[in-house]
C-alpha cells in the first residue's frame, strides 16, 4: 500500500470516520495479492460520518471546491481523488449492501501503526457477486475458495 494511502488511512482513523476498504485491496487482504488500480473505500453515508468524511480528506489535501457533504451522503455519488495506479474511490453505497450490517462483520487490522477497517470475506463475496464483472466474478469465486478453506 503506498505512502498516500496509509496517509489518508491514518487520518481517517484520527477523525474517527466510518469506512470500509473493499475492492482489490481487500482481495488482497483476504485472499492473494493481486493487481489493483486504485483504493476503493466505502463510507457510512450518514450525515455525522459524512461531515468527518469532509473534514479529513481537506486535511489529507484532497481538492474540496467542487464537493459538498451533502454529495457525500449520496448513494450514487463516487469521489475521486488521483490518477490510477494511486487513485483513491471514496463510495457513498453499494447497491443492495447495507453499510451498518457490513461495518458489524468488518475485519479491523493494523498495518503498521495505521488502523484499516476491511469489508468481511462474505461481504465482499457478495460485492463481487453484484458487480459482476468479469474481474469480479474471478474475484468471487477465488474468494468461495478461500472461504471454504477457512470453514
Known amino acids: 500500500m503506498n505512502s498516500d494511502f496509509r496517509d489518508l488511512l491514518q487520518i481517517f482513523a484520527a477523525y474517527k ?4 476498504i473493499i475492492g482489490g485491496y481487500a482481495v488482497s487482504k483476504h485472499s492473494e495479492p493481486r493487481y489493483t488500480k486504485d483504493l476503493d473505500i466505502w463510507i457510512d453515508n450518514s450525515i455525522e460520518n459524512a461531515e468527518l468524511v469532509y473534514s479529513a480528506l481537506k486535511a489529507f489535501g ?3 471546491s467542487d464537493v459538498t457533504v451533502n454529495d ?4 450514487s ?3 475521486q481523488i488521483g ?3 494511486t487513485r483513491v474511490d471514496i463510495i457513498m453505497g453499494l447497491a443492495e449492501m447495507d453499510f451498518d450490517n457490513c461495518w458489524k462483520r468488518r475485519e479491523s487490522v493494523s498495518i503498521g501503526e495505521i488502523p484499516m477497517n476491511f469489508i468481511s470475506l462474505s461481504d465482499l463475496i457478495e460485492t463481487k457477486d ?3 464483472r468479469p474481474q ?3 474475484d468471487a469465486d477465488n474468494l468461495r475458495r478461500q472461504l471454504n478453506e477457512q470453514n
Open 136 to 138: 469480479d466474478i474471478i
Open 130 to 132: 453484484l458487480a459482476g
Open 83 to 85: 490518477i490510477e495506479p
Open 77 to 79: 455519488m463516487v469521489y
Open 62 to 64: 484532497a481538492p474540496m
Open 17 to 20: 470516520v466510518r469506512y470500509l
Open 72 to 75: 457525500l451522503t449520496t448513494p
